[in-house]
């Protein structure tokens, strides 16, 4: 073995440990990731309920299905019978968060407040077009 490849092996094998987490979320659990611009998420077992913050849109993933989070603020998976997934991205450069949430009511309260937040903006955005100050 060359003095290259047996510097080298160790390295790239920490660089995929850390930019890989395999999770499983039980059956009615929310896990919450906070921060996870660009980080995929890959389910390999099990059906999960996605939601992402500053996003309208909900995304149903099942065993084989990958998604990657647009988004830099709260992502929400919610497990509807025990997911197995794994989570890809550089979780040790970046400030992600993970959290395993209570449940059903707690994935409920931020995919509402979500979508009344969207609706502000989009009425703050017809008043002021309207030329009225929101805030003055």
Known sequence: ????????????????????LDLTIPAGRTLRIQDARGTTLRVTEGCAWVTEDANADDYVLEA??????????????HAFKPVRM???????AAA???ELGAGYNEYAAAVFMTGLREA?????????????ALFA
């Open 1 to 20: 073995m060359s003095r290259h490849r047996a510097r080298g092996f160790p390295e790239n094998t920490m660089e995929r440990m850390l930019e890989t």
């Open 64 to 77: 084989g299905d990958v998604r990657r989070v647009a988004g830099g603020g709260l992502t929400l998976v």
């Open 86 to 92: 794994c989570v890809e991205g550089s979780h040790a």
């Open 96 to 98: 992600t968060t993970f």
């Open 120 to 132: 502000f903006r989009r009425f703050a955005r017809r008043l002021h077009a309207a030329g009225v």
